[in-house]
């Protein structure tokens, strides 16, 4: 949406603003120092979307990734694949931030792996443990949490994320992502769409 976001600025933007799926991946990444392959790719790319530019990406990688890493790896293992998600190495591809849909049939995660949708490929227990630890708006009881996990059950995954968009932006059910009611279909339109309603 046309604003720059610096590597400074995630932690602010992850917690307020990330869907689930990048909310889980930062918060690993948070944690552990570390993400594997497709879960870096996912984050990565995600991160584009909402205009962390590639000097800023660069920083915010190796920050993250921490004393766990020589510099001398990080620049040599990682900071291609960051500038070849940024176009500038290899073919110079112009990569899209991945789409739900995308996400939820491409690569499977095994599990092992932190990439995929939390909805679609979290076991029952592990998403609910997620949800009441990352959400504080959501109670084990409420009937916004049986919404998300009838949803989940019906396999309406983007329906589960809709309903959290709502809940923790103090919108009714069916309000969705905007005046249309609009569902999630997109990462970056969750966090594009919670960033327009703070302004
Ligand atoms: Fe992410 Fe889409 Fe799943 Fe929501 S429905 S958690 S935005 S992949």
């Not at 997620?130 to 329906?159: A, C, G, N, W």
Request: aromatic share 10%.
């Amino acid at each position: 949406n046309g604003t720059t976001v610096t590597a400074d600025m995630v932690d602010d933007v992850a917690r307020k603003h990330f869907p689930p799926c990048m909310r889980n991946l930062y918060d690993r990444l948070k944690r552990d120092h570390h993400l594997k392959h497709f879960a870096r790719l996912q984050l990565g790319l995600f991160l584009k979307g909402i205009g962390l530019p590639l000097d800023e990406a660069v920083v915010f990688w190796r920050r993250m990734y921490g004393a766990t890493m020589s510099d001398d790896k990080f620049n040599k293992e990682y900071k291609y694949n960051i500038r070849h998600g940024y176009g500038q190495e290899g073919k110079r591809m112009n990569y899209a931030p991945k789409s739900c849909q995308a996400i939820l049939t491409i690569n499977q995660p095994g599990t092992q792996d932190s990439h995929g949708c939390p909805f679609r490929h979290f076991s029952p227990d592990n998403l609910v443990i997620f949800l009441l630890s990352t959400y504080p708006q959501l109670d084990r009881s409420s009937p916004e949490m049986r919404d998300i996990l009838d949803s989940v059950k019906t396999s309406h995954y983007h329906v589960a994320c809709t309903r959290v968009f709502e809940v923790t932006h103090g919108l009714k059910k069916g309000q969705g992502l905007g005046p249309d009611g609009e569902t999630v279909t997109h990462p970056n339109k969750f966090v594009d769409r919670s960033r327009e309603m703070e302004r």
